[in-house]
């Protein structure tokens, strides 16, 4: 089953952004993709902790869902996932991080919400302080099925933390994504990852992500690709549009089966799995 990994350039335009990844939708299901994913924050990115508090919208009237889900409910052969800020009911100046799951019928069917804040002074790089605007997520959303396997979500920095992609693999996750925004200086470090992560969990890794110059002070890292259970980039780019990559269930298969890691493991001394 063929799925894409999209990547864009998003600026603090909610409309123009939905509308530039509902046309990217458009052209993969008449592609036959059957699964696309988008990167963290598609909605926006803003120039500041201030900004960002400002524009976000909620679901149900964000200017940047209306075109997916207008689009979804048109085409009917395609699923998406995309991350979004959603505004937080707890806390008004304050958003959290969400990978939102639409079905072909345009619905949202799950919500997954980022554990891992993204706190850092990088020397010689930026300062971003991700809990400043934003809310940490508490819980691990188990994997579901999709029309291309059982699906695991995560969220960029969720990447550096194994014991999540550990826990959505023993969940029975066949795929896992971590759409992103990834800095320029800490990029040398995505693709390594996520080919680790694939290699010990044995799932293929999706990795859709924020590429280029968002505004005066935001630069994204980018290279989305897509990552075969043996940790090998199948398709892979470096500017807007999207890579397609196949998901083999039965190479998966073979390969858990000729490397039974799952067997190996030493839950006894571990403990729950």
Request: hydrophobic share 40%; with cysteine; net charge neutral.
């Amino acid at each position: 089953m063929r799925v894409a990994a999209a990547q864009i350039c998003s600026t603090n335009d909610l409309l123009a952004n939905g509308l530039k990844v509902a046309s990217l939708i458009r052209k993969a299901a008449n592609d036959n993709i059957k699964l696309i994913f988008f990167p963290e924050a598609s909605d926006y990115i803003a120039s500041s902790t201030e900004e960002s508090i400002a524009i976000a919208k909620p679901i149900n009237s964000s200017p940047f869902i209306k075109p997916i889900i207008d689009t979804l409910k048109e085409l009917q052969s395609i699923d998406v996932v995309v991350g979004v800020h959603v505004p937080s009911i707890s806390n008004p100046n304050k958003t959290i991080n969400t990978l939102l799951y639409f079905n072909k019928f345009g619905e949202i069917t799950e919500k997954y919400e980022k554990l891992h804040l993204f706190d850092v002074d990088i020397p010689n790089g930026p300062i971003l302080k991700e809990s400043n605007s934003v809310i940490a997520g508490n819980k691990i959303l188990p994997p579901f099925d999709t029309p291309v396997g059982k699906l695991g979500l995560a969220i960029c920095y969720d990447l550096r933390f194994p014991e999540l992609s550990l826990k959505l693999r023993s969940l029975n996750a066949q795929i896992l994504t971590f759409p992103s925004a990834w800095t320029i200086k800490t990029g040398p470090h995505f693709h390594k990852l996520a080919q680790a992560c694939a290699i010990y969990t044995q799932c293929y890794v999706i990795l859709p992500a924020q590429g280029g110059e968002h505004n005066e002070k935001r630069k994204s890292f980018g290279h989305t690709c897509i990552i075969d259970p043996n940790g090998e980039i199948v398709a892979e780019i470096n500017e807007e549009g999207y890579c397609v990559g196949e998901i083999d269930l039965q190479l998966l298969n073979n390969i858990r089966t000729a490397m039974p890691l799952w067997n190996h493991k030493r839950w006894d001394v571990y403990g729950d799995k």
